[in-house]
């Protein structure tokens, strides 16, 4: 860390070596496209440069960079939502490799997903898809374990009744 906060390259390769992959998950599963994932990794690695010289305590490296890719992909949730550009198509979702899911019903949920407030969908899609433990989330989205469990509660209620309210019609 301290060789990152001089400016050693060598040392911040090594680091983003080291957690790319971590934070490239995150955000792909927050954002579903593959472009807009890619600037927000960078993005993260930017600000965790940047910013490098104010974390404290070297074992708290990984939970810290994964709060900035957290906090660097909710602004541009934000952005999204505010330019109304909408979400990515199904076939653009992130998938697990058992995944055979139909597109209509993958489609129908990433809507209702797009539907619901920041505040739960990041930390839903933090723990239901990407199956972080819910403490883990808590630090991601810099909340109480309290707050988190209240989110994901109210984001799988909201999404329970829209999804059955799509499948009615």
């Known amino acids: 860390m301290l060789r990152v906060s001089q400016g050693d390259e060598a040392a911040f390769r090594e680091m983003y070596d080291g957690y790319s992959r971590f934070v490239g998950h995150i955000v792909f599963s927050l954002l579903g496209n593959d472009c807009e994932a890619d600037d927000v990794l960078q993005e993260t690695f930017l600000e965790v440069f940047r910013s490098i010289g104010g974390l404290r305590d070297p074992s708290r490296l990984r939970p810290w960079i994964g709060t900035i890719a957290v906090r660097c992909a909710y602004r541009r949730l934000k952005n999204r939502i505010r330019h109304r ?12 490799e058992s995944s055979t899911g139909d597109p209509l019903l993958i489609g129908q949920f990433r809507e209702a997903l797009d ?3 920041l505040k739960l969908q990041v930390p839903f899609v933090l723990h239901a898809v990407d199956e ?6 808590a630090v991601l989205c810099e909340v109480s374990l309290a ?3 209240r989110r994901i509660a109210k984001a799988t209620k909201r999404l329970q009744k829209r999804l059955s309210h799509a499948r009615a019609y």
């Open 132 to 137: 972080l433990p819910m403490e883990q989330v």
């Open 85 to 96: 550009t909408g979400g990515p198509d199904p076939e653009e979702l992130p998938q697990k």
């Open 147 to 149: 707050t988190v469990k």
């Open 115 to 117: 539907a619901l407030p």
